[in-house]
Nanobody, 122 residues
C-alpha cells in the first residue's frame, strides 16, 4: 500500500510557481509530522520543509525561505508545498515523508512517497 502519494510536479520556467500535494492514506495523518525533501540529480536527498502535526509550526531550508510554503489539511489528509519564484537550481525529484516522532533523520522516516519530478528551465 502506498501511504503517501505526491502530485503536482512538472516542467515550468524560472520565476513560475508550482504546488505539490502529498495525499496520505492508511495512517493517522494528524499524528504525523510531515516533510518535503528533494533530491537533485547526483546529490544526496535534502530537507526542504517540515510542518508539525497541527500545522502551527513550519521550518524551511535556507535555500527556499521566502519562496516555498508548506501546509497541511488534517481533514483532507493532504500536505502541500507551494513553490514560488522557482529557479533552475530547484530542479529535483520532490518527496514527501512522514513520521510520528520529532527529530527523525531522513534515513529513519517511517513513510516516503515515490516522488514527483520538478524541472525548472531558465
Amino acid at each position: 500500500q502506498e501511504h503517501l502519494v505526491e502530485s503536482g510536479g512538472g516542467l515550468v520556467q524560472a520565476g513560475d510557481s508550482l504546488r505539490l500535494s502529498c495525499a496520505a492514506s492508511g495512517l493517522r495523518f494528524s499524528t504525523y509530522r510531515m516533510y518535503w525533501f528533494r533530491q537533485i540529480l547526483g546529490k544526496e536527498r535534502e530537507l526542504v520543509a517540515a510542518i508539525d502535526r497541527s500545522g502551527g509550526r513550519t521550518d524551511y531550508a535556507d535555500f527556499v525561505k521566502g519562496r516555498f510554503t508548506i501546509s497541511r489539511d488534517n481533514y483532507q489528509n493532504v500536505a502541500s508545498l507551494q513553490m514560488n519564484s522557482l529557479k533552475p537550481e530547484d530542479t529535483a525529484v520532490y518527496y514527501c515523508a512522514a513520521d510520528v516522532l520529532d527529530g527523525v533523520t531522513a534515513g529513519d522516516m517511517e513513510y516516503w512517497g515515490k516522488g514527483t519530478q520538478v524541472t525548472v528551465s531558465s
